[in-house]
């Protein structure tokens, strides 16, 4: 999911035709927030609702109790990102206008506090851990010349590779890690924590500097129909994520459940009322 958050930001950063709009006052601000609750907020309570009555209509509120508690019981990526573009926004509207390094430095310190602050619970965690990557997806579309020798080295794809077929097996974002546990034969555990917190964040940055090469190379590539599925399902991301699971045992395996998930999201976007709450779309 770090890479759907980085390029999420990548998508967002393209609303403003400069970085740091000198005109973006409260009222935009405003104006992003009712976009973001009902693009992003709104579907995240109509799809809690819905698998709640397929999956865990028990009686009782506890599922909903759990989905407060931590949202991944849910599709907790719609409530991360409705913090990200939320929390980005409201930096944007208190420093407009600044120079782009006073501006990245405001939304460090922003971050860091936000970090410290913020509890776990209701997707607290969920962004404390992505906003750097939803962050770094702005930058990179805003910059994408800056970052044109890293994606073009031939050499540091090629480390990259390496390190991330080595690192990538071991990662899990949810559980205790063999890294960690490995480590924490060597040397404290608050230490091996403290190594695992790093790796954690690593691997992520390694694997989507891969996709951005891989893209590039891809983009090269006269590939139209490739170009026009990628368009198509696209645009129902929100759908064939939140579908697909349900038909994942489904034969031919992935196959099946993501030619599923497309159709019903087809059909979802084709009702207005039921677009609006399942895929935040008027």
């Not at 709640?52 to 909903?64: A, E, I, S, W």
């Not at 050499?155 to 546990?181: D, M, R």
């Not at 996709?211 to 929100?238: C, E, H, P």
Request: with cysteine.
């Amino acid at each position: 999911m770090p890479l759907f958050m980085f390029l999420a930001g990548m998508v967002f950063s393209l609303k403003f035709r400069e970085f740091i709009p000198e005109n973006f006052s409260f009222r935009d601000f405003l104006r992003e927030l009712k976009k973001a609750f009902c693009g992003l907020f709104v579907p995240f309570v109509s799809w809690t609702v819905v698998y709640y009555f397929l999956r865990h209509n028990d009686g009782t509120l506890t599922y909903f109790k759990n989905v407060i508690k931590s949202p991944d019981y849910s599709l907790w990526f719609l409530i991360t990102l409705f913090y990200c573009r939320v929390f980005f926004v409201f930096v944007l509207a208190l420093f407009r206008g600044k120079k782009i390094t006073s501006f990245t430095a405001l939304l460090i310190v922003f971050y860091v506090a936000a970090y410290k602050l913020l509890p776990g619970i209701a997707g607290g965690g969920f962004f404390k851990f992505h906003f750097p990557y939803f962050a770094l997806g702005i930058f990179f579309c805003k910059f994408t010349n800056k970052f044109e020798a890293l994606l073009n080295s031939r050499t540091i794809n090629i480390i990259t590779f390496i390190l991330f077929l080595i690192f990538a097996p071991l990662w899990y974002l949810t559980s205790k890690n063999p890294v960690e546990l490995f480590l924490s034969r060597f040397m404290p555990i608050n230490y091996a924590a403290k190594l695992y917190f790093y790796y954690k964040r690593a691997v992520p940055f390694l694997g989507i500097t891969l996709f951005m090469s891989f893209a590039r190379f891809l983009s090269r590539k006269n590939l139209g129909y490739v170009d026009n599925f990628l368009s198509f399902t696209g645009q129902l991301t929100l759908g064939i994520y939140a579908i697909h699971g349900t038909f994942i045992r489904v034969q031919p395996l992935f196959i099946a459940s993501l030619a599923i998930s497309i159709i019903i999201t087809f059909v979802i976007a084709k009702i207005p009322v039921i677009r609006f709450f399942l895929l935040g779309k008027r």
